[in-house]
């Protein structure tokens, strides 16, 4: 159950540090390793948020943000383009992520839930997530989404303090888009 009083609204550019430090927090525990510098991502979520296409919105508890999840279209990951038969204009859902002292009270599905409400006039949507996120996985099924292709990809994590090549399996999961 969560605690504390709980808001999902659209991102500002008030925003983009406390999510990046959020982010990289998020992102070096299990099961990402990975490692980034706040001002790299504080940059990346800048230019996101300067595209027309993108749809981004934060959690706050008590007034404190503690997430975000955001959206753009699919065209801009050619890389998805090639596994799904998609129109390059849904929206490809990039990034969920709660800060660990939040995690496991529903802020996700409810930013998620904002998201897709956000994203009127469109029927189908797709996300990308690991094998090893079988909470998003779970989650997005409750939406009715299905997944609809795999891969296998090696990307760089920080493990035992060294950062090195590991393997990981990618899901990708589609679906009709509530209220649309």
Not at 17 to 27: D, K, M, S, T, V
Request: aromatic share 10%; charged share 20%; net charge neutral.
């Amino acid at each position: 159950m969560p605690t504390g009083n709980i808001r999902i609204r659209r991102l500002s550019p008030n925003d983009f540090q406390h999510l990046a430090e959020i982010y990289c927090i998020c992102f070096a525990g299990k099961p990402w390793f990975e490692v980034y510098q706040a001002e790299e991502v504080a940059d990346e979520i800048k230019e996101v948020y300067s595209w027309k296409d993108a749809v981004m919105v934060v959690a706050e508890v008590n007034d404190v943000v503690v997430g975000a999840a955001w959206s753009f279209s699919v065209w801009r990951k050619p890389d998805v383009m090639a596994l799904v038969n998609m129109h390059p204009i849904f929206p490809y859902i990039s990034e969920i992520f709660v800060s660990p002292e939040h995690q496991g009270q529903g802020i996700a599905k409810r930013m998620v839930d904002r998201l897709l409400d956000c994203l009127v006039d469109i029927r189908f949507g797709v996300v990308r997530t690991s094998v090893n996120q079988p909470i998003i996985i779970r989650m997005f099924e409750g939406f009715g989404w299905k997944i609809v292709a795999t891969e296998n990809v090696v990307s760089n994590k920080c493990l035992n303090g060294v950062v090195q090549s590991a393997p990981d399996k990618r899901v990708i999961l589609a679906g009709r888009i509530p209220n649309s």
